[in-house]
């Protein structure tokens, strides 16, 4: 089946997110009342540590002041956004990622856009 350079790219990156999320998901670790100013302190850094591999590895781009509360990544194209955080703004990305991945046929009746490939196994 013919797949677009942009499908394989975003199931790259749907997998690196579920690895990167899981990990930060781990650093950050259990959320409790009494310990509240170290569970945010791990969080921040874990959300600091997202933003800046995504941004230096894939090119994507964040909202620095996320107005109303509002944080949004852009990334291979598609943009997602969160009320919920930078983490919750990954999250919606990639599932929005799935989603276009899901509806590709590999067709592209503009005639525009990324290039159709055929997916090979190396030796």
């Known amino acids: ?8 790219t975003l199931e790259r990156l749907v997998a ?4 990167k999320l899981a990990v930060a998901k ?4 259990e959320f ?5 100013s170290a ?3 791990r ?6 540590k997202l933003v800046e591999f995504f941004t230096n590895e894939e090119g994507a781009r964040f909202n620095p002041r996320p107005a109303a509360s ?12 969160s009320t919920s955080g930078t983490t919750g703004a990954l999250t919606n990305w990639r599932t929005a ?7 590709d046929d590999g067709f592209n009746a503009h005639g525009s856009g990324p290039v159709p490939i055929e997916r090979r196994d190396e030796p």
């Not at 690196?16 to 690895?19: M, S, Y």
């Not at 969080?43 to 600091?48: N, Q, S, T, W, Y």
């Open 1 to 8: 089946m013919a797949m677009t350079l942009w499908i394989e």
């Open 16 to 19: 690196l997110l579920d690895e």
């Open 26 to 29: 781990a650093e950050t670790g």
């Open 32 to 36: 409790r009342h009494a310990d509240y």
């Open 39 to 41: 569970w945010r302190a």
């Open 43 to 48: 969080h921040d850094m874990a959300e600091a």
């Open 70 to 81: 509002e944080h949004s990544v852009i990334m291979a194209g598609l943009r997602a956004s």
């Open 97 to 103: 990622a799935r989603k276009k991945i899901a509806v």
